[in-house]
């Protein structure tokens, strides 16, 4: 039986390079984003390789949205295997500086969007033992200079996905996700104009692959590149040591 993957954000970026790699692997592609343009894009490459694929335009922060796509899908008969919780946004500053719209949009796109689609779909990814995947960074573990309104977001759904990790055990497997920087879209906001080096950042391909094997799998925690664990460790033992390294390496 062909599987059924649902993945937020998957117009551009992260998001389009994981719904390539599940199409190569023969899952139903249920790609989600806002802008219908890059969308029309992502499906059109995924068809290429001979994978059926939909898309719908949805507003992750808007839950009436969510739920009308469900209600789109219940009636196409179609049943989510695994969720992708990959849409996010955000800004550079100091919070002072950061207008507290700037900071609600990202507690909105990055925590509650994650929120909504999981609490929509959970009844269909129970039903099929299926597996949860949030797309989180590292900056949801470690505080980074000038994020500091942006890491918040972040770290709620750090705690949300590791809380139902336990809840659901033996149910769903959930499977959290910390990349590092990628080369995104993500960045050209202009705040992130203060941010003048953009060392080790990766090509979404170039972690799409690993990142969609450890969730087929059902691995609980996935942290790419792997010497990231190093920094985690770090941030563990002196979290103002970190907070120095990235001043000095970024120049913020």
Known sequence: ?????????????????LALEFARK???????????ADLKITAAIARKSGAHADYYLVDVTKLDDVERLKRTLSKKKLVIDLLINNAGIGFFGEIKSTD????????SVNYLGGVYFTKVFLNDLISRKGTLAFINT??????V???GAYCPSKAALDFFGRALAKELKG????????????????????SFSQLRRKFFFNE???????????????????????W?????????????????????????
């Open 171 to 190: 149910k769903v497997k959930v499977v959290n996700v910390y990349p590092g920087p990628l080369k995104t879209g993500f960045w050209k906001d202009k």
């Open 26 to 36: 023969g899952y139903r592609l249920v790609l989600v984003s806002k802008t219908h």
């Open 100 to 107: 507290i719209s700037k900071i609600s949009s990202m507690m």
């Open 138 to 143: 590292v900056a949801g573990k470690i505080l």
């Open 145 to 147: 200079p000038k994020f």
């Open 228 to 252: 990231l664990n190093l920094l985690l460790l770090a941030n563990v033992a002196s979290n103002d040591f970190v907070y120095w390294l990235f001043k000095k390496i970024y120049k913020i």
């Open 1 to 17: 039986m062909t599987k059924t993957v649902l993945i937020t954000g998957a117009g551009k970026g992260l998001g389009r390079a």
């Open 204 to 226: 979404p391909a170039a972690v799409a692959g690993r990142i969609t094997e450890s969730i087929i799998k059902g691995r609980g925690t996935v942290v790419v590149p792997g």
